[in-house]
Each structure stands twice: as C-alpha cells, then as structure tokens.
C-alpha cells in the first residue's frame, strides 16, 4: 500500500522542521559520543491516547473454521456465533435396493475453544430458506439468511475437543428419508440439483451455552443406508461436504449494560479515560484497541537534527482479566488507520516487508502482569512526517475474523509500570 511505501521513504529522508501544540517533554539523562557528538535521549512520557472502537462489519468469507457456541461476559456482554453452511454432493451411486438407515452431521473439532466447557453444552441445526450468496463479493459477520424455525436436530454433548475429534448429531429421519427418497428416485443427479433443492444449514448455539468451540471444515453430513449382497447386508454411505467458499461465521454480541452500548458506528470511539482507564480488543465481533500519539511532533522542539533510532510501544493486560477459560494469545498484529477507522494497511518495519508484531515480555514487569511490546519506529517517523491525514493504530489479533478472543489493556493514566507508554530513544546532532 502506498501508506506503507511512506514509511521507507520517511526513513532515509527524514526531516525535522514542523511544531504542534505547547507540550513538555520530560527527557531522561544523555549521554555523548565524543567521536560524533551526538546526544542520544531516553523518553517514556510522550503522550498516548488509546480507546476502543468497533468496525460496522467483518469480512468472514475463506475462514478457516466453523465457530459455534455462546457464553455471557461480564464486560462484553453476551457472546454468540453461528454458522451458515451450504453442502455439496459428489458423484454417487445409490442402488434400486438400498433403503435408508440414517443421517447424522459430523462436526471435526479443530482444538479451538474460549471460555468452560465444562457445562453441558446444546447446537441446534436448522434447514436454510434462502440461497447462500456473499454481499457483492463477500461474506460479512453481518450477513444474515432466513432458515426454517423448527430445528432438524437438537445436540446436548459435553465438548471435549482435545479428547475426541468429533461430534456426531443425528439429524432427523424426516428430513433424511426425504432426501434419500429424492436421490433414489432421480430427483437429484449431482451437486447443481442438490444445492438448488437444499440451500444448506444453520449450526446455532443455545442461548445458555458456555463456550464457543472451533470446527474445521473437513466436518461433513453423512446419509447411511443398506443394501442387500447375497446373504449379506452391506451398510454403505453418500457424503456431503462443506463448500468453503460459501460457507461463513456470524458471530455477535448483546451489548447491554455494557461499556459498548453507546457504539452506534466505526466511527464511535470510547476514550480509556471513560472505560476505568482501558482498553479492549474483542475478536469476532469487531471490537478494536486505537493508539493515539498525537504530540509526536513536539520532538521537534528540541534543538538539533535529530532522528528516531527506535520507538517501543507497551503495554499490559489489566489484572485478573485474562484466566484459564479467557486466555490471551502471546502475540498481537498492528495495523495504520485513519480518522475514520479504516485500515490502511499492516504497520511494518524498516524494510517496508515485515509486518510488526506485538509479543509478550514478561520479564520487565514488576506487577507479574503480560506486557505487550511492539516496534513502531516507523509508524512514528510516519507520524513526524505526515500532512495532510491522521494516522492511527489499531491492535488486534492475527484469526481476528475466526475466533472470540477478548482482551483488556490498561490504559495511559495507570501507575508507572502498567500504564500504557511508548519507549523512545531520540538521537540529537549539529545541537
């Protein structure tokens, strides 16, 4: 992207000669060189601004698992994802003799899980009235499709998704007779009179369920039948997978008494300072933490040619916010908005190539807390330089579209070691 070529350039041409508003920088000790005479400036005080914000929608179309389940947030409210699924049906031969047994949905665990799943936990499936098709080219969190309001199966189970591989839910009879009925009869030849006949499913959490649980899309629906060889009966089966490009998440959250009630659209941004000094990421539904630095160009204050020599952003997980059942990942993307929370592209380093990551240190911390450290050097020499846009950055995980993740960061306004705070090493020649 061409934001992104910016900061190659800003790089190897940077310059020094705007100020913005009155501000103090509280600067550490420097030091000399004596062969270059340049003094060299450790600054942690440079303002930060964080706050959450939420995208109107999420792309979800290529995702790499079906997301199902449901579990209440103290602080996000109540989470729920679903998932439409279209089926096809490969080549088959199904005998004048064979008579039906039954019809079950195969759902393979792919080892994603948030939140306990201890509890017994219920999927109900229903029959899709509609066409599965994207919004102009894609699928979105929002995206929604009438289906029948009687479920074709109903699934209470104890998840287990490092133990087992699947969960087997038995479908009904009827539905399943009535579909082997049509494929016996030459009712449905292939894939093209399947799926105008049968416009897929819905896989649909109870509301009270406790965990949402990831599923590859390897799992399948499976018709089993008999037929008669001799003396001998045979049991034989007709597979039907998951189209995966037709086939998506939608997950959503009720926002009620909740800090995110009053986001009306991706343009709402609730400050930290109105949030008991945090910050939230949620994924799946779109909730985002954005960075701030608005004084950048204070630096240009201080006398001298100066340059960025490296610039680390921390910050860490509000305590007793991540647990066993609401853990965290070790590593965080960043990514360059606009004014009006619109990715620009992925922050990267000094090569123009490498996206930057956020990584967990937890060596440096005093309060045994996770602390987050990002380089973003070149998002503050872009800052330095930049005209005519606002830039912003906004964190988020890597699978932010294919899971629930949920964080919560402290803010700027935290004491010394917690606060969120940007680590700056400034270099100053021809003082």
Do not use: W
Request: hydrophobic share 35%; net charge negative.
């Amino acid at each position: 992207m061409k934001y992104i070529a910016f900061i190659i350039i800003f790089m190897s041409l940077f310059s020094c000669n705007d100020s913005m508003e009155d501000i103090t920088l509280q600067i550490g000790e420097d030091y000399v060189d004596s062969n270059t005479n340049t003094n060299v400036y450790f600054i942690d005080t440079l303002t930060i601004k964080a706050a959450t914000f939420q995208f109107d929608s999420l792309i979800v179309s290529n995702t790499n698992r079906l997301l199902i389940g449901a579990y209440s947030d103290s602080v996000f409210g109540k989470i729920s994802s679903k998932s439409y699924v279209r089926l096809d049906i490969g080549n088959f031969e199904l005998d004048n003799d064979a008579v039906y047994d039954s019809i079950a949905l195969i759902l393979k665990y792919d080892n994603y899980f948030y939140n306990d799943t201890i509890p017994l936990q219920q999927f109900k499936v229903f029959e899709l009235l509609e066409d599965i098709e994207p919004d102009e080219i894609n699928y979105y969190n929002t995206t929604n499709f009438d289906f029948e309001s009687t479920p074709i199966a109903i699934k209470t189970f104890q998840p287990n998704p490092h133990k087992n591989d699947s969960i087997n839910i038995e479908i009904s009879d009827d539905f399943g007779l009535g579909l082997f009925n049509k494929l016996k009869e030459n009712e449905i030849n292939d894939n093209y009179e399947f799926t105008e006949e049968y416009k897929g499913i819905v896989i649909e959490p109870d509301a009270e369920n406790t965990t949402v649980l990831g599923f590859n899309k390897e799992s399948l629906m499976r018709l089993y039948y008999t037929i008669e060889d001799g003396e001998e009966i045979v049991e034989k089966t007709i597979e039907f997978t998951i189209d995966p490009l037709n086939t998506f998440n939608q997950t959503s959250s009720d926002k009620t008494n909740t800090y995110f009630e009053s986001i009306v659209d991706q343009e709402t941004l609730l400050p930290s300072s109105e949030t008991d000094d945090s910050s939230f990421i949620q994924s799946g539904t779109g909730i985002v933490t954005m960075i701030d630095i608005p004084f950048v160009k204070s630096l240009n204050e201080i006398p001298g040619d100066g340059v960025i020599i490296d610039a680390k952003l921390k910050f860490t997980i509000k305590n007793y916010s991540a647990t066993n059942n609401l853990f965290v990942r070790d590593s965080l993307k960043v990514y360059i908005i606009d004014n009006k929370a619109n990715i620009l592209g992925n922050l990267a380093i000094g090569d123009g190539i490498t996206s930057v990551t956020g990584i967990i240190d937890n060596e440096n911390t005093e309060f045994e807390t996770e602390a987050y450290v990002f380089d973003i050097t070149s998002f503050i020499i872009l800052k330095l330089n930049e005209t005519h846009e606002a830039f912003y950055l906004a964190i988020y995980p890597q699978d932010f579209n294919s899971s629930v993740d949920r964080y919560i960061f402290n803010g700027d306004q935290m004491e010394d070691d917690l606060r969120m705070k940007i680590e700056l090493t400034y270099a100053i020649y021809n003082e």
